[in-house]
């Protein structure tokens, strides 16, 4: 098939589910030769992908070995905690460090910290209601994650645009291969910058252990088995990174959906309870991790394309989130849908260690966002939706809070 897709296209960064409807039908396994990656669409090669022996998640050696020379060190640094991030691990590697970090994201932890984003919660929507016109996202769906995980970590919260900052330009390296002017330079800084705060912030807990993330991560034990101090500070910065800005997106893509489809807003506010299917409706329908980048580790073939070992693929989870043969009328907003087997927190070793969190936040941010805000509605300027391949999200949404 000749079709081209560009994730970059304007039309296509807006509403890109008609562009993966078609690849689903006639190319599912897509080869790109723009990216010179192949890209999967439907729902079952999408999950083998994710969870299946025959692929690694170690996209940055390879990337990182292609590098010229000088390029590689300048971010040696930065390599030195992105190589213990369990995201890029394979097995046992991985198996080891989940195995670490899990321990401090139990269940009954997350649950812990309830009251604490509940609070952050009702102080961020008590600073919207003093706007007329508001950008969500600056105003409240980036500080809301990025403020509570720095909480559960105990990182004071006037670092906010600081941490902000790092993690956006640790973001020109992971998430995007456009060419922004200094990328690997601001990437290098804002690794460094983040690992130095994190390595003050273990010293502290050391002296002075508490109940945050940071204290439990640094008493996580495994027989005679502990994290390093390289590991802990990689972890850290690990969970800052992934903990806020899919979340952020979560709720800004939300909120747009019901303000698009006001019937199931109506529902949703008629019925709090139903948070929780909400939430997993919206995780499905735009799903923040927009594509998953993996690395053949072993030739095979995939509905009669032979894939071979070296090769790089994106497995687009939003394609997968909408095929019909596992969703019924799937381009449907339906905040009752049950069940709802997207696969927006990924499948199998590397299922997000932060999906309890980041439901618990939605859970609480959006039943009393519509319910505060409930004539909200579009500002002035349309939404502004994020160049990212990898990442599904809003830059900016202007709305009208109707308050
Ligand atoms: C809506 C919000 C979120 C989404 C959509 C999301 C999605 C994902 C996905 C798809 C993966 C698997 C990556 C892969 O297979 O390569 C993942 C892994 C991970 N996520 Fe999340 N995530 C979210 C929020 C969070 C939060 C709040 C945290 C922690 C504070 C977190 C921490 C992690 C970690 C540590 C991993 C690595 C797990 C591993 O490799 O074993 N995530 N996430």
């Not at 807006?14 to 669409?41: F, K, Q, S």
């Not at 932060?354 to 959006?366: S, Y």
Request: glycine share 6%.
């Amino acid at each position: 098939m000749t079709m081209i897709y560009d994730p970059a296209h304007p039309v296509v960064r807006a509403d890109p589910h008609p562009t993966y409807a078609r690849l689903r039908e006639e190319d599912p396994v897509h080869w790109h030769p723009g990216l010179r990656c192949w890209i999967l669409t439907r729902y079952e090669d999408v999950a083998a992908a994710l969870s299946g022996p025959a692929m690694s998640p170690d996209r940055l050696t390879p990337f990182y070995a292609a590098l010229p020379g000088e390029t590689q060190s300048l971010l040696a640094e930065m390599m030195r905690y992105l190589n213990l991030w369990i995201v890029f691990r394979d097995p046992p590697a991985h198996t080891r460090l989940r195995g670490l970090v899990a321990k401090a994201f139990l269940p009954g932890t997350i649950l812990s910290f309830k009251p604490l984003i509940e609070k952050i919660v009702t102080r961020q929507l008590d600073r919207l209601a003093k706007k007329d016109e508001a950008d969500l996202v600056a105003d409240f769906t980036m500080p809301l994650p990025a403020l509570v995980i720095m909480a559960m970590m105990g990182v004071p919260e006037e670092r906010l645009y600081d941490v902000k900052g790092w993690s956006d330009d640790i973001m020109l390296f992971i998430g995007t291969a456009r060419a922004t002017p200094d990328k690997y330079e601001r990437a290098r800084r804002g690794a460094v910058e983040m690992a130095g705060l994190f390595r003050e912030e273990i010293e502290k807990r050391r002296a002075d252990p508490g109940d945050d993330l940071l204290s439990l991560l640094i008493a996580a034990r495994d027989e005679q088995d502990r994290l390093s101090e390289d590991e802990l500070v990689a972890t850290a910065m690990l969970l800052l990174f992934a903990g806020h800005e899919t979340t952020t997106n979560l709720l800004s893509t939300a909120t747009l959906t019901m303000m698009r489809n006001p019937d199931q807003r109506a529902r949703l506010a008629a019925s709090p309870d139903m948070a929780s299917t909400a939430v997993e409706e919206f995780l499905r329908t735009e799903a923040p991790t927009n594509a998953m980048g993996r690395v053949v580790r072993t030739t095979h073939e995939v509905r009669g394309v032979t894939l071979k070992e070296g090769d790089r693929l994106f497995a687009i989870i939003n394609a997968a989130n909408r095929d019909g043969s596992q969703f019924t009328d799937p381009d449907k907003v339906d905040v009752g849908r049950q069940p709802n087997r997207h696969l927006t927190f990924g499948q199998g070793p590397h299922f997000c260690l932060g999906a309890q969190l980041a439901r618990l936040e939605a859970r609480i941010a959006l039943p009393q966002l519509i319910e505060r805000f409930p004539n909200m509605s579009p500002g002035s300027s349309p939404p502004v939706w994020l160049d990212s391949l990898v990442m599904r999200g809003l830059k900016s949404l202007p709305v009208r809070t109707g308050r």
